[in-house]
């Protein structure tokens, strides 16, 4: 178990232009997948990198 203070971040590349973020993760083993819309099921969060394009990222 790693330390409850310590936030695990995930890098994930936005699928409109490929620009990196670094997004939180829940638990630092949850598999994370990113689309360009949005589905009715399941724990998402939504991004928007520096371009101003938006995605969600799901954990798995
Ligand atoms: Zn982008």
Redesign the pocket.
Known sequence: MMNMNEVATKAVA?P??G?NASVPLPDGETEVKVRQSIAAFGEHTTIT?S?D?TYWEYFC
């Open positions: 936005c409109h232009c620009e990198c371009r394009h």
